[in-house]
């Protein structure tokens, strides 16, 4: 059984940087799919910040792309997110998730099938 | 503001049957499948439909997809009170290499 599960501080400064880790079990990050983040503000729907499969590309979301790095532990078997410069609006609750891509009925799939319970972070001095 | 769009809010009684739409563009639902994220309060999303139509295991036979051009529904036939959630509609988009969401229906049973 896949489980995710997130970790770090819940109290940011504004300006500084956001880090997170995403810790995996029952499945090795090294054996292929793809693995992510998305995020929820108060009260707000989904964002989908970035994905990278295990040595292959990573993707951003444009609009976050200049303030954010994923890196691998692939030892640990755990995943990173770092987002610099952050302001009021990074508030959320931060979801790792990982990303299957398949074939189904002749299409090409991609959906998040297991997500970690998610982790909430506030940005205030 | 989300990519797709979703009715922000949606009702029905016990054993009736709700739908919930999602609206999007060629460039995500358009070309590409659809899945629904059912999240109920305060737990993290849950993957109730992929690929349009299919349920993961586990997921009751009540839960259905469907998807026509650039629009996309989800309907739950014999409404429980224990589908009271919100619901949010996702597509790729290909332009951005990641997933769009809609910006989620709150589901009440009244």
């Known amino acids: 059984q896949v489980q995710l599960q997130e970790s770090g501080p819940g109290l940011v400064k504004p300006s500084e940087t956001l880090s997170l880790t995403c810790a995996v079990s029952g499945y090795s990050i090294s054996s292929g799919s793809y693995w992510g983040w998305i995020r929820q503000p108060p009260g707000k729907g989904l964002e989908w910040i970035g994905s990278?499969?295990?040595?292959?590309?990573?993707y951003f979301n444009p609009s976050l792309k200049s303030r954010v790095t994923i890196s691998v532990d692939a030892s640990k078997n755990q995943f990173s997110l770092k987002l610099n410069s952050v302001t009021a609006a990074d508030t959320a609750v931060y979801y790792c998730a990982r990303r299957l891509v398949g074939l189904v009925r002749g299409a090409t799939s991609y959906y998040m099938d297991v997500w970690g319970k998610g982790t909430t972070v506030s940005v205030s001095s | 503001q989300s990519v797709l769009t979703q009715p922000p809010s949606a009702s029905g009684t016990p054993g009736q049957r709700v739908t919930i739409s999602c609206s999007g563009s060629?460039?995500?639902?358009?070309?590409?499948?659809v899945n629904w994220y059912q999240q109920l309060p305060g737990t993290a999303p849950k993957l109730l439909i992929y690929s349009n139509n299919e349920r993961p295991s586990g997921v009751p036979d009540r839960f259905s997809g469907s998807k026509s051009g650039t629009s996309a529904s989800l309907a739950i036939s014999g409404l429980q009170s224990e589908d009271e959630a919100d619901y949010y509609c996702?597509?790729?988009?290909?332009?951005?290499?990641?997933?769009?969401f809609g910006g989620g229906t709150k589901l009440t049973v009244l």
């Open positions: 990278f499969y295990h040595g292959g590309s990573t």
């Open positions: 996702a597509a790729w988009d290909d332009s951005l290499n990641g997933p769009v």
């Open positions: 060629n460039s995500d639902i358009g070309r590409n499948t």
